[in-house]
C-alpha cells in the first residue's frame, strides 16, 4: 500500500551525542576522514548501507545502540576531539585572513549545479563537481563565499541499462527533511520566502535551503511550496529538465531569487553583504538586472546602476561552443520582464539589449545569455589558458576593431579539492612521510615544498601502493558490475563469471565522463581487432573500466553508449572491459585511485577544461590525453602521454577519428604498456613509478583547487573588490555620463597623420625611432584618451603578433583645426619582420582595461600606405 502522507522522523540522540548532529550537518564530514571514521564506527553495517551520509545514518541506528555509545568513554572522547577540531576549523584563520584587508568582506558565487557529496545530488557533471570543489577550497582557505544554487527535487537522473544496453533514467524524489540541509527562517520561524512575479498575475515563491559546506553557506532555493501553483512548483524538479519556459524560469529564479536569498540570508544572520558577485556560467546571468533594480530603487538610473555593478561582478564561461550556452526567444524573455511581470521598473528594451548578438553572423532574434553575462560583467575568464584563448575567439565580435589577444577575457585554471578526491590509502603514505597535519595542508593550500617529499618515498611503497588500489577497484567493479546485470534481468545463475573480470596486476584504464559526441567515447572501438588484441595480449593485457552519462534528450549519446556496452558484453572481452552505469561522485571516488591511465580523447579545442584527469593524477594515475583543456597547459612527459591530433585532416571527422584512433592504439602498444610491465633489476617497473612520482610532486600542486581559488581571489576578486568601492553613485553616475559622452563623440575620433625619424625599410636591433602622431580627438580631450604605439612581429599578412603597447604623450596644444600631437620613442627591440601601428582608445580610471568599452580607432588604410607605417 502506498502512505498517504510522509513524514521525516529525526532520532532524539543522548545529551552525550548532541554533537554528532552538527557534525552530520556540516558537510565538511564529506572530506574530513576523522568524521567520517567517527560515523563509521557508529555501525559499520549500516554506514555502508546508507551509502556512508551521517544523516541518514543517525536516522536508521537504533535508539539501544545509541544508548550504548552514549556511554561508551572511548567513543565520546573520540567525539569531543572530532567536534572540536570542526569547532577550530570554522573560528580559526586560514590563508584568507592572512592577507591584507583590501579582500572582500564576502563574494557570492551563483551556480546551476553543486557537486558536494553523493549525499546532495545537485549536479550533472564537471560544471556541478567544480563548483563544489570551490566551495569547499575557499572553506579551507577561509574565503568567505556564499554560494546560491537550486534544489532539485529529482536531482540529476539515477541511470541503468536494459538488456540489449540502452540507457534507462529514473528520477527519485529527494526529500529536503532527508538531505544534510536546514530551512532559513523568519526570526518568528516561519519559512524565509523569496518571490518572482511571473506573466499573468502569477507569482513564483521559493524557500531557501541552507547547507553547511565547511564555513561556507550554501543557500539552496526550492519551487516546491504550496503557495505555488502546479506548474511553478515544478519548477526546481530537475537539473536540466523541461523546455524553454522551463529553463528561463529556473535562470530567473537562481539569478534574481539567488539574490534576494544572499539578501535575506545576511539579514537574518548578520553575514557581511557580498562586495563581490560570482557568475558560474550564464545561467545565473539574471542576477545583475536584480542588483540594477536594486540600485534603481536607491536613485541611480540604468547607466549608472549597470555601471556599479559591472565593478563588482565576475563572469566565468564553461563553453568553448556557442551551441553549449543558453539562448532564449526574445519575445519569450520580453514576456517574462516588464510591467506586469519581474523587474518592472527596468525597461525592457533594455534587458534585451543586454543579451543581443550584435557580433557577425548572431542571431538578434535570440536572447544570449553569456553575452548578457559578459555585458555584465567588468572581468571575465575562461577555466583554462587554451579556453580562455578559445573565448576571447568566440566573443571577439563584441570588441569590435580588437585583435581577439585583446579581448578582456583571461583565464584561471580549474582545480580539483584534493582532500575530496585523494583515496585515504595515498593519503595515509604521504602522512607517513611528512606528518597528517602537514599532509592535510598540502592537499588544501598546495605547498608545493611538501610535495616535494614524494621524492623520499621508496618505490617499493609506491608500487605497493598503486597495487592495493587497483585491487579495491576490482572488487568495486565486479560488486558494481553484478547489480547492474541483475537490474538487467540476469539471474545469480549467469553471473558466475563476474568473479573473473578484472584483475589487480594488470594495467588499468579509466574512462569516465559525461557522453556527449565531442567526447568520442567509442574512438577506442574505431578497431576492434586491434582493441581485442591490446585486451588480450598474453604478456602485456590492458583492462578498461568505463562509465559516463548520456543528457536523457541526447539519443546519438545513448547510442554511443549501447556500442559500448554491446562490445563489452562479448564473452570473448567482458573479463578486460567493462561499463559501469550511474556514474556520480560515490563511483569516481572508487575509480580514479585505482587506474593507472586515466583516457581523455575528446575533439579539440571542445575540452574548456576537464578535471577528471586531474582527480586521477592527484592519486598516481598517469594521464593519457588530446592536448586539450588543461592537459593542454600541463601536460610534460614526465605525467604522461599526449594523444596526437589530426589537425591536418580538414573538415572529416571520420578520417580524423581514424588518425588519433591509430595514434591512441600506437601509444598503448609501443609506449604505455611496455613501460607499465618492464622491470628494473629490482624487480620493480622503475620507469613507471618514476613518472607516478613525478605526477605526485611536480604536477599535484599544480591541479589543486586552493591554487584555483588564490588565484580567483588575487586575479578576479580582490580587483572587482577594489572597484565595487570605488563606483560609490557619484563615480557611477560620473562613469556612465563619461562613457555616452565618449561613445557620442567616438565617431569623429581618428588618426590623421603618422611620421618617424626613419623612412627606410631597414634599420638594426636597437634603434629608438621617434615617433609623431597627429589624432583629432573631435569634442574629446586628450584625458579621454590614450594613443599608444602598438609594435611586434609581423605575419605573412601583415598582421602584428605577439603585440605590445606603449602610451604616446601629448605635445603642447591643440592646432586651429583642434588636432593634437602626439610623440613618443619606438624602440627596434627584436630582429627580423617587424611592425608598427597607432590607435586611439578610451581611458578612464574606472576602466579594468582599454579595451572595456569596445571602442578603438586606428590608422586608415589610406593612411598606412601613404605613411609606409609596416617596414621590413
Not at 544523516?55 to 539501544?64: C, D, I, Q, T
Not at 588575487?714 to 563619461?738: F, K, N, V
Request: overall charge negative.
Amino acid at each position: 500500500m502506498k502512505a498517504i502522507r510522509r513524514f521525516t522522523v529525526r532520532p532524539v540522540l543522548p545529551d552525550p551525542l548532541r554533537p554528532l548532529n552538527d557534525l552530520s550537518r556540516n558537510l565538511r564530514w564529506s572530506w574530513h576522514a576523522g568524521t567520517r571514521d567517527l560515523f563509521r564506527s557508529v555501525d559499520p553495517g549500516r554506514w555502508a548501507a546508507v551509502g556512508c551520509d551521517p544523516v541518514r545514518l543517525l536516522g536508521s541506528v537504533p535508539a539501544e545502540r545509541l544508548t550504548e555509545l552514549a556511554g561508551d568513554r572511548d567513543f565520546l572522547d573520540r567525539l569531543e576531539a572530532v567536534a572540536g577540531d570542526l569547532h577550530a576549523y570554522l573560528t580559526g584563520d586560514h590563508w584568507y585572513q592572512a592577507q591584507d584587508d583590501r579582500l572582500p568582506a564576502a563574494v557570492a558565487y551563483f551556480s546551476p549545479e553543486f557537486g558536494i557529496t553523493a549525499a546532495l545530488p545537485q549536479y550533472s557533471g564537471g560544471l556541478g563537481i567544480l563548483a563544489g570543489d570551490h566551495l569547499k577550497a575557499a572553506s579551507d582557505l577561509g574565503a568567505p563565499l556564499i554560494g546560491v544554487g537550486l534544489l532539485y527535487r529529482h536531482g540529476y537522473f539515477r541511470q541503468s541499462l536494459s538488456r540489449d544496453g540502452w540507457q534507462q533514467e529514473h528520477y527519485p524524489v529527494l526529500d529536503p527533511h532527508e538531505l544534510p540541509l536546514d530551512q532559513l527562517t523568519e526570526p518568528d520561524g516561519t519559512p524565509a520566502r523569496i518571490t518572482l512575479a511571473l506573466p499573468g498575475d502569477r507569482s513564483l515563491r521559493a524557500r531557501i535551503w541552507l547547507a553547511r559546506v565547511g564555513r561556507v553557506p550554501l543557500l539552496l532555493l526550492d519551487s516546491d511550496v504550496e503557495e505555488n501553483d502546479l506548474g511553478e512548483r515544478g519548477v526546481t524538479d530537475r537539473l536540466y529538465g523541461g523546455g524553454s519556459e522551463h529553463r528561463l524560469l529556473q535562470e530567473m529564479l537562481l539569478g534574481i531569487g539567488g539574490v534576494r536569498a544572499v539578501r535575506t540570508y545576511c539579514r537574518l544572520t548578520g553575514h557581511p553583504e557580498p562586495e563581490v558577485f560570482h557568475t558560474n556560467e550564464g545561467h545565473a546571468g539574471f542576477l545583475g538586472l536584480e542588483r540594477i533594480a536594486e540600485l534603481g530603487a536607491r536613485g541611480l538610473d540604468f547607466d549608472a546602476a549597470l555601471e556599479a555593478v559591472r565593478a563588482g561582478t565576475v563572469f566565468t564561461t564553461h563553453t568553448p561552443v556557442p551551441a553549449g550556452i543558453d539562448r532564449f526567444d526574445r519575445d519569450l524573455v520580453a514576456r517574462h520582464f516588464g510591467p506586469h511581470a519581474e523587474l518592472p521598473d527596468i525597461q525592457v528594451d533594455r534587458i534585451l539589449r543586454l543579451g543581443t548578438e550584435t557580433y557577425p553572423g548572431g542571431r538578434p532574434d535570440l536572447f544570449n545569455m553569456a553575452v548578457m553575462g559578459l555585458r555584465l560583467a567588468q572581468r571575465a575568464n575562461g577555466v583554462s589558458l587554451l579556453h580562455g584563448h578559445v573565448s576571447r575567439e568566440m566573443f571577439a565580435g563584441l570588441w569590435p576593431g580588437f585583435d581577439p589577444e585583446e579581448v578582456p577575457i583571461t583565464s584561471v585554471t580549474n582545480g580539483v579539492h584534493a582532500p575530496t578526491w585523494v583515496a585515504p590509502e595515498v593519503f595515509r603514505l604521504g602522512a607517513r612521510q611528512i606528518g597528517a597535519q602537514r599532509a592535510e595542508e598540502a592537499l588544501s593550500v598546495g605547498d608545493s615544498d611538501r610535495w616535494d617529499s614524494v621524492a623520499d618515498i621508496p618505490d617499493q611503497d609506491i608500487w605497493d601502493l598503486r597495487r592495493s588500489l587497483r585491487e579495491l577497484l576490482v572488487l568495486e567493479v565486479r560488486e558494481r558490475l553484478r547489480a547492474s546485470w541483475r537490474q538487467r534481468g540476469a539471474g545469480t545463475a549467469e553471473l558466475g563469471w563476474i568473479d573473473g573480470v578484472l584483475d589487480p596486476d594488470v594495467l588499468t584504464i579509466g574512462f569516465a565522463r559525461r557522453v556527449p559526441s565531442y567526447k568520442r567515447l567509442t574512438l577506442m572501438l574505431r578497431d576492434r581487432d586491434r582493441l581485442t588484441e591490446l585486451l588480450l595480449h598474453p604478456e602485456r593485457p590492458v583492462q578498461i573500466v568505463v562509465a559516463g552519462k548520456a543528457h536523457p534528450a541526447d539519443e546519438g549519446g545513448k547510442r554511443l553508449i549501447q556500442e559500448l556496452v554491446r562490445f563489452a558484453d562479448d564473452p570473448r572481452v567482458r573479463h578486460r572491459i567493462v561499463f559501469l552505469p550511474d556514474y556520480g561522485m560515490a563511483m569516481a571516488q572508487k575509480l580514479y585511485p585505482g587506474c593507472d591511465i586515466w583516457l581523455n580523447n575528446p575533439l579539440r579545442p571542445l575540452e574548456a577544461c576537464g578535471t577528471s584527469g586531474m582527480k586521477a593524477a592527484l592519486n598516481g594515475c598517469l594521464n593519457l590525453s588530446v592536448l586539450d583543456g588543461w592537459w593542454d597547459e600541463f601536460f610534460q612527459p614526465d605525467f604522461g602521454w599526449a594523444i596526437p591530433t589530426a589537425d591536418g585532416a580538414g573538415t572529416d571527422p571520420d578520417r580524423r577519428d581514424a588518425i588519433e584512433a591509430a595514434a591512441l592504439y600506437d601509444l598503448l602498444e609501443q609506449r604505455i604498456t611496455p613501460r607499465f610491465y618492464e622491470r628494473g633489476d629490482s624487480g620493480l617497473p622503475d620507469r613507471w613509478i618514476e613518472m607516478v612520482r613525478r605526477t605526485l610532486s611536480l604536477l599535484g600542486p599544480k591541479v589543486l583547487a586552493g591554487r584555483m581559488v588564490r588565484e580567483y581571489v588575487e586575479r578576479l576578486y580582490a580587483p572587482a573588490a577594489r572597484a565595487h568601492r570605488a563606483m560609490d553613485p557619484d563615480s557611477a553616475r560620473a562613469l556612465a555620463e563619461w562613457k555616452a559622452r565618449v561613445r557620442g563623440a567616438w565617431p569623429a575620433v581618428s588618426v590623421d597623420h603618422v611620421e618617424t625619424s626613419v623612412t627606410t625599410a631597414t634599420a638594426e636591433l636597437g634603434t629608438t625611432l621617434a615617433l609623431r602622431v597627429r589624432v583629432d580627438l573631435g569634442e574629446l580631450g586628450p584625458d579621454d584618451v590614450e594613443v599608444q604605439a602598438v609594435t611586434g612581429r609581423v605575419d605573412e599578412e601583415d598582421r602584428i603578433t605577439d603585440a605590445s603597447a606603449v602610451p604616446l604623450k601629448p605635445v603642447g596644444a591643440p592646432d586651429p583645426e583642434g588636432r593634437w600631437v602626439y610623440e613618443g620613442p619606438l624602440s627596434l627591440d627584436r630582429t627580423g619582420p617587424f611592425g608598427y601601428t597607432v590607435r586611439i582608445l578610451p581611458a578612464h580610471r574606472l576602466l579594468a582595461s582599454g579595451a572595456e568599452p569596445g571602442l578603438v580607432a586606428v590608422p586608415s588604410e589610406d593612411l598606412v600606405e601613404a605613411a609606409g607605417l609596416l617596414m621590413r
